[in-house]
């Protein structure tokens, strides 16, 4: 039953009730959870229907355990700030004992007192809020949850920045790759002249050649005659 419902004597009740207590009497010597039981409502309905007109609509009645899963569906499955979500037993504990009503109520409104400050925070980190809200749990417990992602804004900048990170590395690997192709290439031309070499060496080395008018045995000691019998050869197997 909604307190619009209600007629105008028990809308004035509500008034006192959020400016004072909803388990305190009016001058009548009445409450605003008696006044909405004189319609009808039972205790913990008025009770809750008291808590949505005074913390808005984001107030639900449901059990939510404590662990990081349960926590992470209700701040999936919520929108906006000021989600108030309230386990059955204790709802019924603030519904029928005003010392609780009280207690609980000032951890709500702890929350909502909260708020602007983890918005501050998080926007100076460059997040933003999806959704937030407090949860009281079925021991007692409380929890505060906050959802939300980067800014749009601030995103776009990070996706930029790997972007172009990433276009640098692909770059630097090309580079090294064709680095690496021409050391391969210039070790491989360094390698068939190392062996040239070596092959006209061990030729001279082992073999009696015949060049040009003098017989050449063994190891030269003399650079010139070197020099003359490597053009002689070469010129010979080229």
Do not use: C, W
């Not at 619009?4 to 028990?10: D, P």
């Not at 207590?21 to 006044?35: A, L, R």
């Not at 190392?194 to 000691?221: C, R, W």
């Amino acid at each position: 039953m909604s307190i619009f419902g209600v007629n105008g004597a028990l809308a004035g009740a509500y008034q006192y009730a959020v400016s004072k207590d909803v388990n305190k009497t009016d001058t009548n010597g009445t409450n605003f959870i008696d006044q909405l039981q004189k319609t009808g409502t039972s205790r913990v309905d008025a009770y809750t229907e008291y808590l949505k007109q005074r913390y808005g609509a984001g107030v639900s009645v449901q059990n939510v355990g404590k662990d990081q899963s349960s926590i992470d569906r209700i701040g999936a499955g919520t929108a906006g700030n000021g989600n108030v979500v309230i386990a059955s037993n204790i709802l019924e504990q603030m519904a029928n004992n005003p010392e609780k009503a009280a207690y609980y109520e000032g951890k709500i409104q702890n929350y909502f007192n909260s708020v602007p400050r983890y918005q501050a925070e998080l926007s100076a980190m460059g997040h933003e809020i999806h959704s937030s809200g407090i949860v009281i749990h079925p021991d007692g417990t409380v929890t505060h949850y906050i959802s939300g992602d980067l800014k749009p804004e601030v995103r776009a900048k990070i996706e930029a920045k790997m972007k172009a990170e990433d276009e640098e590395k692909a770059k630097r690997k090309r580079r090294y790759q064709e680095l690496s192709q021409e050391a391969a290439e210039e070790r491989k031309q360094q390698m068939e002249l190392l062996y040239k070499k070596q092959s006209v060496t061990d030729f001279l080395a082992n073999h009696t050649t015949d060049m040009g008018g003098f017989t050449y045995i063994g190891t030269p000691e003399i650079p010139e005659i070197m020099s003359a019998a490597v053009v002689a050869y070469e010129r010979n197997i080229m």
